[in-house]
């Protein structure tokens, strides 16, 4: 049963299908301590070193986590939008 339209249920695949990619990409490079996203965590004035290092670890860990949950959402909604471009497809051709 279509709930929406045909070109909706495109765009709606086409922009979750890129929210899959650029959140997969972003986690990963999260997860692997890039670089460039040191300025984006929120780290209190550092103690001592390995305090320091802990608690960006973990930060880093936890945005990466934080992506990776979002691109799994990200999948159910291209999930949901490529079956309402099916049954759009059907109900066109019956």
Same mark, same amino acid.
């Given at each position: 049963?279509?709930?929406?339209?045909?070109? %909706?249920?495109?765009?709606?695949?086409?922009?979750?299908?890129?929210? &899959?990619i650029m959140l997969?990409?972003?986690?990963?490079?999260?997860? !692997?301590?890039?670089?460039?996203?040191?300025?984006? $965590?929120? !780290?209190?004035?550092? !103690?001592?070193?390995?305090?320091?290092?802990?608690? &960006?670890? $973990?930060?880093?860990? #936890?945005? #990466?986590?934080? %992506?990776?949950?979002?691109?799994?959402l990200y999948v159910? !909604? $291209?999930?949901?939008?490529?079956?309402?471009?099916?049954?759009?497809?059907?109900?066109?051709?019956?």
């Amino acid at each position: 049963m279509p709930l929406c339209g045909k070109k %909706c249920a495109m765009v709606c695949s086409v922009l979750s299908a890129w929210g &899959v990619i650029m959140l997969v990409l972003l986690g990963i490079f999260l997860h !692997t301590n890039s670089v460039a996203f040191a300025e984006d $965590l929120e !780290t209190e004035h550092p !103690t001592n070193k390995n305090e320091f290092l802990i608690a &960006v670890n $973990l930060r880093y860990k #936890a945005a #990466a986590q934080n %992506c990776w949950i979002a691109a799994c959402l990200y999948v159910v !909604t $291209l999930v949901i939008s490529f079956q309402q471009y099916c049954a759009n497809q059907r109900a066109r051709n019956a």
